[in-house]
C-alpha cells in the first residue's frame, strides 16, 4: 500500500500556499490511476482533472459517480482528522479507479496509445496505470493556471512522481505532451534525445504541426534514487488535444511506443 506516500501528500494540502493555486482543497491527492504497485508502465501527464471531482455543474460526484475521496466521502471535516484507515480508503479508490467510474473520455485515447505493448488500465491486464506530476486536481486547467499558480505547484509537490515511482515496478514512463515532457526535464535535470517523426506531422491550413519523439532514462527524481534506471519515452502532441490529433498520427505514435518497448 501507499499509506506513507500518501500521508505525505495530504500534509501538503495543509500549506498555506495551496489557497493560491486553484487547488480543489477537499479533494484527496490523486497518488495514480490505477494499481501502481503491480503495474510495469505508466503514462504521465500534469495533474488529476477537476472532472474526478465534480460533474459538468461543478457539484461533487457521490455514489457510484464517485471516483475519488473527499472531506465529504471520508466523513471528516479537515485534512488534521485523517487516520490510517482514511488513507488506505484513499490508496484503494486509486487503485480500483479502472474498474469503477473511469473518466474514459480522457483515459481511452491513452489506453490506445500503449495498447501494442499488450499492457492496459483496464481488466484483465491492470499492468498500466497513469501517474501525474501534481497529484492535486485544479478547479482551472493547467493551461488556464497562471505562472505563478503552475511554480507554485511544482515547489510544493515537484517530487511527487519520484516518491511514488521508488516505491513501484515501473519500468517505462510514456510522457503525454510537450508541457509534460519539459516539466519531467525540468525537475529531473535530465535532457531527452528529441527526434522529429514526419509522420506525426498534424495537418493545418498553410502547413502543419511538427510531431516529435523523446527517449530518455532517469534514475532519480526528486532526491529518491531508483533501484534502476526507468525508461522514458514522450511525444509533443496531447493526445487529448481539443484540436484534434489525427486517428493517422495516433497510430504512428502507438506503432512507435509499441517497437521501443520491445527493444
Known sequence: ?????????????????????AVIEW??????????????????????????FVDLSGKELEGSYRRF??????????WEEIDESHLSSIVNLCFEYFSRNPYDGWFKKLDNIISGTSMSYYFPSGEACHLDLIPYATSSKWTDLTLEQKKLL?????????LLLKRSKIEMLILNGKT?????????????????????????KGGGVAGYAYKGTIRSLGGHKFKKAIKV?????????????TKEVQLAIRNWITNEVGI
Open 69 to 78: 475521496h473527499t472531506l465529504n466521502s471520508l466523513g471528516i471535516k479537515k
Open 154 to 162: 511544482l515547489e510544493i509537490s515537484g517530487d511527487t512522481l519520484g
Open 180 to 204: 509534460v515532457v519539459e516539466t519531467l526535464q525540468k525537475i529531473s535535470n535530465v535532457s531527452f534525445e528529441k527526434v522529429r517523426m514526419d509522420s506525426w506531422t498534424l495537418p493545418r
Open 1 to 21: 500500500m501507499l499509506n506513507e506516500e500518501v500521508s505525505i501528500l495530504v500534509k501538503r494540502l495543509k500549506d498555506p500556499v495551496i489557497k493560491k493555486t
Open 233 to 245: 519515452l514522450g511525444y509533443n502532441h496531447n493526445i487529448q488535444s481539443s484540436y484534434g490529433v
Open 27 to 52: 479533494g484527496s491527492p490523486i497518488p495514480s490511476f490505477g494499481n501502481l504497485v503491480s503495474s510495469k508502465i505508466a503514462t504521465v501527464g500534469l495533474n488529476p482533472s477537476n472532472r474526478e
